[in-house]
């Protein structure tokens, strides 16, 4: 079955009862048992529900895995991948990541034990020279947060296995889509599903996919244990959303490529990150891992003036300044004071994150219309 058809029908059936097509909403907390242990595979809403279950399994489908699991949001997500390690594990991260990321890895995990390293992983040598005896996770993210560097999948999986360890991969800025990186050789994979996959920017979600039935396990066992599952609503509205997933991006892809065609040649515009160009870092790598570059871009001002760039947010009228991306309308951010102002000044200017760099989400409105939005604001 193709992405397409997966991203309609994978998971989800007529309603039994009324034949209704679309999933039915279980607004439910709990379930009446014909007798102790006599139930119909659903007993409480935190360890199981219809709607959510519908929804895990078509993630899972589209992202060529074999078990899902769906969280109150994409760090929920994460910690749960974090919680399957011990005291004393250590962890290699890419040293571009989601600042909520490195803020939960910072402030949260690393006083109960954890080590984490944080490494430029464009190229493997970097990674290969942290791994040690404890190291037991790498975490990956590709395309990164906000800079856009790309990491060789198949490499990180020979060093991870290799080294005994797991792969995690954020595939929030590809989507399943565009990347699948359990065929790549990930052990699991993670969305923020609140960006592309809900795609209206109306619902705060996370997923965790993975092959590995024991991992699979461990993964349930957290989730049921620790509770911070997604509601039924939500899981209804992100079926929805998925079942224009591939139409979705492949807008965001087209008018991401057209913009940043715009944004080289613009005077003011010092620096363009974006996969598609053949000048971007690993650009080769995008092209065997990806099937398209997708629709997130990065830039810096000339003269690398706070001010500059904060004029050009402020000024935007279709582009809307907001955290968050991947949704049907075009955002506009600015990483050092938005979503990575939890990352320390000197340890985000080393990774690119400098005060005039500016992230768009493109969205799939008319790119003439998003083009001279920018023109505007840009003066």
Known sequence: MKF?????????????????????????????????GNHKGYEYSRTLNPTRHALEKNIAAIENGNFGACFGSGLAAIDCVIKMLN??????????????SYRLFKTIFEKYGIKFHF????????????????????????PTNPMMNIIDIEAMATIAKKAGAMLCVDNTFATPYLQNPLDLGADIVMHSVTKYLGGHSDV???????NDEEIA???????????AVTAPMDSFLVLRGIKTLHLRVQRHCENGEKLANFLVKHPKIDKVYWPGFPTHPNHDVACKQMRGFGGMISFTMKGNLL??????????????LAES??????????????????IPKEVR???????????????????????????????
């Open 4 to 36: 397409a058809t997966k991203a309609i029908h994978a998971g989800v059936h007529p309603d039994e009862s009324t034949g209704a097509i679309m999933t039915p909403i279980y607004q439910t907390s709990t379930y009446v048992q014909d007798g102790v």
């Open 87 to 100: 005291p004393g594990d250590e962890v290699i991260s890419t040293n571009d990541l989601y600042g909520g």
């Open 119 to 142: 490494v430029d992983m464009q190229h493997p040598t970097n990674v290969e020279s942290h791994v040690n005896a404890d190291t037991k996770l790498i975490w990956v993210e590709t």
């Open 204 to 210: 705060v979600m996370g997923a965790l996919v993975c």
């Open 217 to 227: 396990k461990e993964m349930y066992r957290i989730q049921n244990s620790t509770g």
């Open 307 to 320: 001010e500059d760039a904060l004029e050009v947010v402020k000024k935007v009228e279709i582009f809307a």
């Open 325 to 342: 991306l991947g949704g049907v309308e075009s955002l506009i951010g600015h990483p050092a004071t938005m979503t990575h102002a939890s």
């Open 349 to 379: 200017e080393k990774t690119g994150v400098v005060d005039s760099l500016i992230r768009l989400s493109v969205g799939i409105e008319d790119a003439d219309d998003l083009i001279a939005d920018l023109t505007q604001a840009l003066g």
